[in-house]
């Protein structure tokens, strides 16, 4: 119930945001919005998920999970920085090729770095208390970044001031809120003088290479539909696009539960009896939870399409492919994060060529500058990278199984 309420205000923070400015804004937004995560995933690069599957190992030791951190940290400060180097020009040529002013730029981009420095040294530390599922604090963390976020932009909207960049100016003081905190929490916890290890170096940096090459691609394929829009579209097809996705976020809920509780749990779970029946039940829970959200906004599109204002009123028959285009991809997202959070990484070598071929032909087969086009690519560039993350986990999960049963036997043949 809490995750409920705290992303249920989230919700309406973006709404607030949708339903104030002009579509031209909502537009810069967006770009923004998806620009973020690409710095973020750039400068992570799986040193988050790696940490999950080492630490996993030793979660209640304060010294050893203190040299992990700091390990991370510092592989983190070089690749933040050559993320900046990489995709900041990218943002700027994005924002002026849909109409945003110099002065907007100068301020939108300073912003969006900040932002992402304190979002990426909250997902080191936040693996502490993930790992240890410490929920009270993981419940007042998520609410630190959704309340400071939602009292500027309504206070920014009940003013008449709300514009882009303020918008993106909410979002960074509610991560830098989220960052304070949850340093305050974790520096008690484990050992901050404790030297980074160079065992640790090695295990983050085999996972950071071999998770590299889907990272980089990931970037791309995450967010397929804005990169499309804003290159073969024009502005208004960016924001109805992003608009749209708003409404899909109805998962998000559901998303934030399982990357808080599940995922941690299933990374950190060693018992094989288990392992496979948890990835079963967690995978079939949430398609059901698609199918239902889905069949929804096919029966009441026009409900869900007041939310967004009337700028948005004749997207209604949109409204259920951008929910369907949401799960797809959040659920190739979580058969991803089980995987990588147990170090179970799909080869690149057939993954992203397999990915770049079925994005060919779905740029070939649909219009790039139409919206439903745009949603129907949404849709069906999760499926491939999904069934390949999956016979991932299961090979993986019946080779867990095996290599526990041989251990179990050998401990009965030596005893």
């Not at 799960?327 to 770049?356: M, Q, R």
Request: charged share 10%; glycine share 8%; hydrophobic share 55%.
């Amino acid at each position: 119930m809490v995750q409920v309420v705290a992303q249920g205000l989230g919700f309406l923070a973006g709404i607030m945001v949708v339903r104030t400015l002009p579509k031209e804004d909502y537009a810069l937004f967006m770009i923004v919005n998806t620009i973020g995560p690409v710095m973020n995933l750039l400068s992570d690069n799986g040193i988050t998920n790696s940490l999950s599957a080492i630490g996993g190992k030793f979660w209640q030791d304060d010294a050893r999970m203190g040299s992990l951190v700091k390990t991370a940290m510092i592989l983190r400060r070089r690749l933040v920085l050559l993320s900046f180097i990489v995709v900041t020009p990218f943002l700027v040529w994005m924002l002026w090729r849909n109409h945003a002013s110099t002065s907007t730029i100068a301020w939108i981009v300073p912003i969006t770095l900040v932002g992402v420095f304190f979002q990426l040294n909250t997902g080191v530390l936040g693996v502490v208390i993930s790992l240890r599922q410490q929920v009270p604090r993981m419940q007042a963390l998520v609410f630190m970044g959704v309340l400071p976020r939602l009292a500027l932009i309504g206070l920014f909207a009940a003013l008449g001031w709300l514009n882009a960049s303020l918008a993106v100016a909410a979002g960074t003081v509610a991560l830098a809120a989220q960052f304070w905190l949850l340093e305050q929490w974790v520096r008690p916890q484990i050992s901050v003088e404790a030297p980074p290890d160079a065992e640790f170096r090695k295990g983050i940096l085999a996972i950071v290479k071999r998770q590299a090459p889907l990272t980089i691609y990931f970037c791309l394929q995450g967010q397929i539909g804005i990169w499309l829009i804003s290159i073969f579209g024009n502005v208004h097809g960016v924001a109805d696009v992003g608009a749209l996705g708003r409404i899909g976020m109805i998962f998000s809920i559901l998303v934030s539960m399982t990357s808080a509780l599940i995922v941690p749990r299933f990374a950190r779970s060693q018992d094989w009896h288990r392992l496979r029946f948890n990835y079963a039940l967690i995978l079939l829970g949430f398609s059901g939870f698609i199918l239902l959200g889905t069949v929804f906004a096919w029966l009441v599109p026009n409900s869900l399409l007041w939310l967004l204002g009337a700028q948005y009123s004749q997207l209604g028959d949109l409204v259920w492919l951008a929910v369907l285009a949401t799960g797809t991809s959040s659920l190739a997202g979580l058969i991803y994060a089980l995987n990588i959070n147990k170090g179970w990484i799909p080869p690149a070598i057939v993954l992203i060529p397999v990915e770049i071929f079925t994005l060919m032909i779905l740029c070939l087969v649909f219009d790039l500058s139409s919206v439903r086009s745009i949603l129907l690519i949404a849709i069906l560039s999760p499926v491939m990278p999904a069934l390949i993350n999956l016979c991932v986990g299961i090979y993986k999960l019946n080779l867990f199984t095996m290599q526990s049963i041989e251990g179990q036997n050998s401990k009965k043949e030596l005893w």
